[in-house]
Nanobody
Framework: QVQLMESGGGLVQPGGSLRLSCAAS????????MAWYRQAPGKEREMVAG???????NYADSVKGRFTISRDNAKNTVYLEMNSLKPEDTAVYYC???????????????WGQGTQVTVSS
């Protein structure tokens, strides 16, 4: 089993910054993909940013130039640096990890429980 522990959410004023962290623990052989998603009230969950084990990155258009995703493979941890935050960034942010528990095993998708980010004056 794999657990994802998120941290770093909170309340911030427009234009401010926050840094989210997500650490994966448990039975892990390989993590091929880690990502941050978010879900605002009344909206569907959307991917904000994703990063592969090889370092390939993609961002949602709405956050390009403001958010930066990074990853520490040795720590099985993914980060999301969020700058120039806007009220429309308010959402619950979820961490995702695609994990293989052993050699030759398929990858399974795991989710964190979510961390609230609120951007308001």
């Amino acid at each position: 089993q794999v657990q994802l522990m998120e941290s770093g959410g909170g309340l911030v004023q427009p234009g401010g910054s926050l840094r989210l962290s997500c650490a994966a623990s448990g039975t892990i052989f390989s993590i091929k993909f880690m990502a941050w998603y978010r879900q605002a009230p009344g909206k569907e969950r959307e991917m904000v940013a994703g990063i592969t084990s090889g370092g390939r990155i993609n961002y949602a258009d709405s956050v390009k130039g403001r958010f930066t995703i990074s990853r520490d493979n040795a720590k099985n941890t993914v980060y999301l640096e969020m700058n120039s935050l806007k009220p429309e960034d308010t959402a619950v942010y979820y961490c995702r990890a695609d994990v293989s528990p052993s050699v030759g095993s398929p990858y399974y998708i795991y989710w964190g429980q979510g961390t609230q980010v609120t951007v308001s004056s």
